[in-house]
Every structure is written in C-alpha cells, then in structure tokens.
C-alpha cells in the first residue's frame, strides 16, 4: 500500500509548484488540467505543513486555486501494549543519532530487493499513518500488485517510465488503481507512484524500507515509507505522505508487529501517527486478492 503524496499545487500558484513539474507542464501545457484535477480530487497532496481547507493562493488573473484539507482526523494514536513511551524516547534518540535531523540515514529503499516476490502475493496493511488518498475509517485495507505487461504499459501509462507496477489499493469505503514506475533499475524498492493518467514527473515517492523474510525467502511482512520523513516530532521522524505496515495475512503475529514497531524506530522513525487498520469481518470483495 503507498502511498503517495506528491509536490505540487495548482499550476497558478508558481510559488508553490516544484520545480521539475514546472518544467514538465512547459514541455507539456495538457498537464495543468490533468493535475489540477488530480489535486481537487484528493489523488495528490501539496508540500506545505500547514495546508488547510481555507488555503488559497492567487494567480496573475485574480481568480485562486483551493487547496484539499488534510485527511488526517484528528492526531491519532496507535495503543501499543508495551513499551510505548520507551519506544518514543527510542524513536528521538535514534534521529538525535544524526544531528538531531530528519530524514534519519537509516530509512532507505533496501537492497537486494526481490520485486517479483514482493508482487507476488496481496499485501494487507495491519498499520498505517492516515493519508490523502484513503478515506477514513481505514477497515479491510489491502494492497495488490502486479507488473505491466507491454501491452498494459502502452495502454494505461504511456508517459510512466522504467518497469511499471500496476497498485490496486482497496478498503471497504474505497478502491483505488494507481500506477507504479521503478525509475532507478538497480533500486526496485524505489517507486515513483501516481494515477495512471498522470506523468511519472508528478508521481509521489513509495520506498520498500524494510521485509521480513521466512526461511524460504518469501516475504513476510514489510514496512513502506512515502519517501524520506523529513519532519521532526517528539518521538523521531516524519512523513506526512505515509508510512505503512503491510503483512501476508489479515493480523500479524503481536510478536511480529512489535518487532515491526522496533525497526521503525530503530531507523529513527515515530510511531505517533500510527493507526491500527481494523481487519475484522471483511469479505476483500472487488479487491482482486492474489493467495
């Protein structure tokens, strides 16, 4: 599950656009609309910390460009059974490690990455940080994926670049399909991931930054960050574009879930935004599940 925010605003307000999408919609005026509605409709989320419903920039012609409110309801907290405060105090020492700055050095897409077993079977996200894209209340959440053939690569996202992964994200409010480009060949658990109608330039940041492996080399379970957490809180950095844990079965293992919660904070991460997905009761109908 991604993922993904982006770094984009309307294409009026040039102030808050990143700079590679101002070049693209030079090259390309089409993608003003295209992004324009893409952020309207909450598939992308500006750079700015402090964006509200109430935001407004305005443009040469008077007119002003609303930007989304943020999904997040509410600062809420995950419940760990044990040792939640430490954690925390975890989480701030591992980022005051380097300098007391965020990103923390030891969140990175991982090596050695097997993109074909990572694809190979669905992905149900146990916790997750509330995002964008996916709707409150996060129930029944589950993510799938497969790899483009040519003739899917042709048809659905011409302007991706690179292996393309196609993302079926579904919960019972809500499914989305999105599209994933793995822009650096030697970093597969590095992808650039949007809609499928939008050009890889805007795509969002979706890292693989860790996977649990069983004996026999499948993967287990796995933590995703929407790229580089650059904020920091009191319990270690953060991201607001996402940060994921994802398992083979519906519930991971509360041994395997805690030692999921050390990594992330082992790597310098906070667990603050945490939120338990509730997998009870769902039938997965429409979600296209791969055993």
């Not at 500006?46 to 040469?60: D, H, I, L, R």
């Not at 012609?61 to 809420?76: D, H, I, K, N, W």
């Not at 658990?189 to 809609?195: M, R, T």
Request: glycine share 8%.
């Amino acid at each position: 599950s991604s993922h993904f925010g982006s770094s984009v605003c309307l294409a009026p307000c040039v102030q808050l656009v990143s700079q590679p999408l101002l070049e693209a919609m030079a090259q390309r005026p089409c993608l003003v609309g295209l992004v324009q509605a893409a952020l309207l409709l909450g598939w992308l989320s500006p750079p700015f910390a402090e964006a509200s419903a109430s935001s407004v920039c305005p443009n040469p012609s008077g007119t002003t460009c609303a930007l989304p409110p943020r999904a997040f309801a509410g600062e809420v907290l995950t419940l760990l059974q044990h040792g939640q405060k430490k954690l925390e105090s975890r989480g701030a020492n591992a980022a005051a490690e380097h300098g007391g700055r965020c990103p923390p050095e030891k969140v990175q897409p991982v090596s050695n990455f097997n993109i074909t077993e990572y694809v190979r079977a669905s992905w149900y996200i146990v916790e997750q940080q509330p995002v964008q894209f996916q709707p409150l209340p996060l129930e029944c959440v589950v993510a799938t994926y497969n790899i483009a053939t040519d003739e899917e690569r042709i048809g659905k996202v011409p302007s991706f670049d690179g292996d393309i992964v196609l993302v079926n994200n579904y919960q019972l409010n809500s499914q989305a399909d999105l599209c994933g480009s793995v822009v650096e060949p030697e970093r597969p658990s590095a992808l650039k991931v949007a809609p499928c109608f939008l050009p890889v330039e805007v795509a969002g940041d979706y890292w693989v930054i860790h996977v649990e492996s069983a004996s026999d080399g499948t993967y287990k379970w796995a933590l995703v960050s929407g790229g580089p957490p650059t904020t920091e809180l009191p319990g270690g950095c953060f991201t607001e574009n996402g940060l994921w844990i994802f398992s083979r079965t519906p519930k991971l293992p509360q041994w395997e879930l805690q030692k999921a919660e050390r990594t992330l904070v082992y790597m310098g991460l906070t667990l603050e935004r945490l939120q338990r997905v509730r997998q009870v009761g769902c039938t997965y109908e429409g979600a296209g599940l791969k055993p």
